[in-house]
């Protein structure tokens, strides 16, 4: 409005300072509060322009402070609130160290070509897709475990990548028939030199992955091709990690998630066997639920275990059990239940996890999950406890060489059990028995596990006090040890480890112990920007009517309607006043 203009002139200054020493960002917000502002003349002479100096100053300065907290609050955000925005985000993505292979149009075939792994998984992706982003770090999770100097199982997998955004890689991933993102697939790494895939392909030995979307089902599916048993919490050990089936404070921890798995595989066996079929099995199965939902560890496999023992006479009358295979009969069927909850079985092991992907496992679990079973139950339920495990594993045990085994030392029992210590004892020297018959069989046979050897346990360097001579046992000491260890430090051990870890051993130990964080995709703000916004936005208000209220002012006393009216409301007021002073003088 010119400079003859007060009001303009202060602006004006305070927005030449404005863009002198701010961001052009906060300069446009500012000239935006500016440009609504009337300018003097509008107000007529009236107008008191020192209260909009004032006003106009206090934006100004909230402004400068909206400016001062965002640039501090980018400095004190979480990893998860700095993803938010796309510069901090990037910046925080570089400081990330990548195990991935970028490629492009021109490494790609050389970089195929030279690597010795024997598998590759390439991902196409475009930079800008934010579902790509997302699943970054689950494909850096697995790309961990195979690529870069610390790779725990390096030169057998290439984990690769190529950004179709790039425009010097729009050819190649036409040749892959890239139409959405992202895209993985899976060949021999020469496969990829000069290759190319087409949906129409029938034969090609590059294979398009379909179950990918988490790093569990990424090692999942990889684990099956190679026929290996990684799991995401793989650790890189050197040549002085000795003894690996024995277990220190930490490692026992894992034991509850596999006994969960350990469950839920258990469960689905049964199922997919279909082997509730008779009032026998049937009985076998409710006695063993009925020992699982007081005792078993893990606090959902209870819920769970009730759950399903609550509504078995309906699932399964007679002894005659509805499984639900197909789909659209799956309510109100055993299949409608989950044992130990709906996110098992995972399909892999963490304690029990063996070197081969045939060694450990389930077994290996089952026979955790009995040894916590037994350290929990009350002296009156040993015989209880010990007649539904051996009915259990009769019945529902697939592999029939350890089934009858199994059986036969239980038909050895002749005396029933009075004491919880008895049934703890005997499942121990049980499981010792089997072990050394397992031992002599991998021996001659070379199918045992060559980093897990079957071994008498506990061996003499985990429990000292537990050996009278090399051959002779303290069974009290046996006892103790095989209470504490199944029992007090499963559930410590998991406790201590999930308190403030971020490693994928405490995350699961921790889920295994139904510690579940909620997860969340609200945006976080700052709060002093937030308390700045809402400063700025009360002053701007309280502007507004105040201007309001002088354009309304304005309006009623320079009209000259309201000043003829105004004049002759004067003038009968006056009239009025005039005649009540000649009747008082009357009077």
């Excluded at 509060?33 to 004032?54: E, I, K, M, N, V």
């Excluded at 085994?405 to 049980?430: A, Q, Y």
Aim: net charge neutral.
């Amino acid at each position: 409005n010119g400079p003859s203009n007060p009001i303009r002139k202060v602006v004006g200054e305070q927005q030449l300072s404005i863009d002198a020493g701010q961001s052009s960002t906060e300069a446009r917000e500012a000239q935006f509060l500016l440009d609504l502002l009337p300018s003097s003349r509008a107000f007529g002479s009236g107008y008191h322009t020192t209260l909009l100096d004032l006003i106009m100053s206090v934006l100004r300065h909230l402004l400068m402070f909206v400016g001062l907290v965002s640039l501090e609050a980018t400095a004190s955000f979480s990893p998860g609130s700095r993803s938010i925005l796309r510069d901090i985000g990037n910046a925080i993505a570089g400081d990330q160290k990548d195990n991935a292979f970028e490629l492009n149009a021109t490494n790609f075939d050389s970089v195929f070509r030279d690597t010795p792994a024997k598998y590759a998984v390439l991902e196409f992706f475009a930079h800008w897709c934010p579902a790509c982003r997302n699943y970054k770090p689950h494909y850096e999770k697995v790309a961990r475990l195979f690529n870069g100097p610390d790779a725990v199982h390096p030169g057998l997998v290439l984990m690769a990548r190529v950004d179709c955004a790039v425009k010097m890689n729009v050819k190649l991933c036409d040749k892959f028939s890239i139409t959405h993102y992202p895209v993985l697939f899976w060949a021999p790494p020469r496969k990829f030199v000069g290759g190319s895939w087409g949906p129409k392909q029938d034969k090609s030995e590059i294979i398009l992955m379909d179950d990918w979307r988490t790093s569990d089902l990424l090692l999942s599916w990889i684990n099956k091709q190679i026929g290996s048993s990684y799991g995401l919490d793989d650790q890189k050990f050197g040549n002085d990690h000795l003894l690996p089936n024995m277990s220190d404070h930490e490692q026992i921890s894992q034991a509850l998630y596999d006994i969960e798995e350990a469950t839920e595989e258990a469960f689905d066996i049964i199922l997919s066997h279909k082997a509730i079929k008779s009032s026998e099995t049937s009985t076998s199965f409710v006695r063993f639920l009925q020992l699982l939902v007081p005792h078993h560890p893990s606090r959902r496999c209870r819920k769970g275990s009730a759950e399903i023992l609550l509504n078995f006479d309906e699932l399964c009358p007679s002894g005659e059990c509805s499984y639900g295979h197909d789909s659209a009969v799956k309510n109100n069927t055993l299949r409608s239940f989950h044992i130990c909850g709906k996110d098992l079985p995972r399909g892999y092991y963490m304690f029990c996890r063996g070197s081969k992907n045939e060694t450990r496992g389930f077994s290996c679990g089952l026979w955790i999950m009995m040894h916590s079973l037994s350290v929990r139950i009350e002296d009156g339920e040993s015989q209880f406890a010990f007649t539904a495990i051996c009915y259990f594993i009769n019945n529902f045990f697939m592999c029939d060489e350890c089934r009858q085994h199994f059986h036969d030392m239980c038909l050895s029992v002749k005396t029933p059990f009075k004491k919880s210590r008895d049934i703890v004892l005997w499942l121990w020297s049980t499981h010792n028995k089997v072990n050394e018959r397992l031992k002599k069989d991998e021996a001659s046979l070379g199918t045992g596990d060559p980093k897990f050897p079957k071994m008498i346990w506990p061996p003499k360097q985990l429990c000292p006090s537990c050996y009278l001579s090399s051959t002779d046992w303290d069974h009290d000491e046996v006892y103790k040890f095989l209470k504490k260890y199944y029992g007090e430090k499963l559930v410590s051990s998991h406790k201590k480890n999930g308190d403030g870890g971020s490693s994928k051993e405490e995350v699961v130990v921790a889920a295994a112990a139904e510690e579940m964080a909620v997860p969340t995709n609200a945006l976080v703000v700052p709060v002093g920007a937030a308390l700045a916004i809402a400063l700025a936005s009360c002053a701007f208000g309280a502007l507004a009517c105040y201007w309001r209220t002088q354009q309304k002012n304005r309006k009623y006393y320079h009209n000259p309607h309201y000043l003829k009216r105004y004049n002759s409301n004067f003038m009968v007021m006056n009239t009025f006043s005039n005649n009540e002073s000649e009747r008082e003088k009357e009077r």
